[in-house]
């Protein structure tokens, strides 16, 4: 099964006289591998960037994602406090974020099928 190219990525700008608009997007460890080319607009050099850090921070991401699921369920079989208490908000921001948590992790998972 064939996989995406090995990270950590790098941005690679191209200096070559006449070409400075064209920026690489290359495995860190073997500059030659390039994964693609980013080649439209002042941006480019920053889109690159962006999307680099977004890879390389992809598994941290997930495996934090995926320990705070497995480690972590808020409190749901009734609401905690008054209405409108500090801990009724505190309960509903914590469901919130869980729920979002899930969600994104749901997405990542996706992705790999």
Not at 15 to 29: D, F, L, P, S, T
Not at 106 to 112: K, N, Y
């Amino acid at each position: 099964m064939a996989s995406y190219t090995l990270l950590p990525w790098a941005v690679d700008p191209d200096n070559r006289e006449g070409m400075e608009w064209n920026v690489h997007i290359v495995e860190a460890k073997r500059p030659d591998m390039r994964v693609c080319f980013m080649t439209s607009g002042p941006e480019a050099r920053l889109n690159a960037a962006f999307i680099v850090r977004a890879c390389n921070s992809h598994d941290a991401l997930a495996s934090a994602l995926q320990d705070m699921v497995s480690n972590f369920e808020p409190f749901r079989s009734r609401p905690v406090g008054a209405p409108n208490s500090s801990a009724r908000a505190e309960q509903d921001a914590q469901i919130a974020a869980f729920d979002k948590a899930k969600a994104a992790l749901a997405s990542i998972e996706g992705e790999a099928k």
